[in-house]
């Protein structure tokens, strides 16, 4: 049996355990994806694509709440935004490997993918989180315009490579900049330029956050953008995303009482319907952002 002839019969039996209206969903999910495969491109006036993305986001968050795996959402979103990285290799970009200026920076994410990048993180074991834990807490007490002032690594950055390339986050993917040197100068704190940036970068950018925005909220997600230390940090406290979307209660791994008993677990004091309690105040990092500051930043 060939592929497509697979592919048919698994849709078929897929369909059969199905009721009538999950049946719709699933197989409106599935042309939603088939819709996107080539990415949302950003020349193109056409909100087909974006519209399908959206869909096709929100109904594995459905799903993600169902089975508490949010990694199929996750990937799907990366696996687009890849696509449409694809489609614009032939616009001039500095970037290249070993070059991580845009690292040191602010890093903006979404609840989904800080908890999908925890996951990582957890089975790297005590080093890991210790580093991402250390890096919180020496970038807590900046906001949005005073990091820049004061730029550190990504806790993730090794030897001026991403340690979790295939999992990093959308900005990541979508950050590019048309001269490394004034990278150099203005993501070190040396200068103040303006970065030129691509501007099919930023529109794609653009596109998957606001693709990204209207996926949660339709399913009823928080869909806020969140420092990146801050997120991971809180991320790597929830146990999973079915308890985080329940709101379940949970402890952090070092919450012991004085005298070495573990306490009952206390309910996380303003956590939201995903399990990040909203890390920025409000209205932070969404002012308006300087062209400096947006290539790893997205208005949400
Ligand atoms: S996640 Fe990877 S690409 Fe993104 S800022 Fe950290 S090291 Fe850089």
Request: hydrophobic share 15%; aromatic share 6%; proline share 12%.
């Given at each position: 049996m060939g592929g497509q002839a697979k592919w048919r019969k698994a849709e078929i039996e897929e369909l059969k355990r199905q009721s009538p209206e999950e049946a719709a969903v699933w197989r409106q999910m599935q042309n939603d994806k088939r819709s996107v495969a080539f990415g949302i491109?950003?020349?193109?006036?056409?909100i087909a694509v974006p519209a399908a993305m959206a869909r096709a986001l929100s109904a594995l968050f459905n799903e993600a709440k169902r089975t508490g795996d949010i990694d199929p959402p996750v990937t799907l979103l990366y696996t687009t935004i890849n696509a449409t990285v694809r489609g614009l290799s032939d616009v001039p970009v500095a970037?290249?490997?070993?070059?991580?200026?845009?690292?040191?920076t602010w890093v903006s994410v979404t609840a989904p993918e800080a908890l999908s990048i925890a996951k990582i993180i957890k089975r790297r074991g005590d080093a890991t989180i210790e580093k991402i834990r250390l890096a919180y807490q020496q970038t807590k007490d900046y906001d949005f315009d005073a990091r820049t002032q004061h730029p550190r690594p990504c806790p993730l950055l090794e030897e001026d490579l991403c340690s979790i390339y295939d999992a990093r986050p959308k900005v990541c993917r979508l950050a590019a900049s048309g001269d490394a040197e004034i990278c150099a100068r203005t993501f070190h704190n040396i200068t103040d330029e303006n970065l030129p940036m691509p501007v099919m970068h930023v529109t794609a950018r653009g596109a998957y956050a606001i693709v990204m925005t209207a996926a949660l909220r339709h399913a009823g997600l928080p869909y806020h953008a969140y420092e990146f230390n801050a997120a991971l940090t809180r991320a790597l406290e929830t146990v999973s995303f079915r308890q985080a979307c329940m709101g379940l209660k949970t402890r952090p791994p070092?919450?012991?009482v004085a005298d070495g008993t573990s306490p009952e677990p206390a309910p996380l004091r303003g956590i939201t319907t995903c399990g990040l309690?909203?890390?920025?105040?409000?209205?932070?990092?969404?002012?308006?952002?300087?062209p400096r500051h947006a290539v790893l930043c997205e208005v949400q």
């Open positions: 491109n950003p020349e193109s006036l056409d970037c290249k490997k070993g070059c991580s200026h845009c690292c040191y070092d919450y012991r309690p909203p890390l920025l105040e409000e209205g932070a990092g969404r002012k308006p952002l300087s």
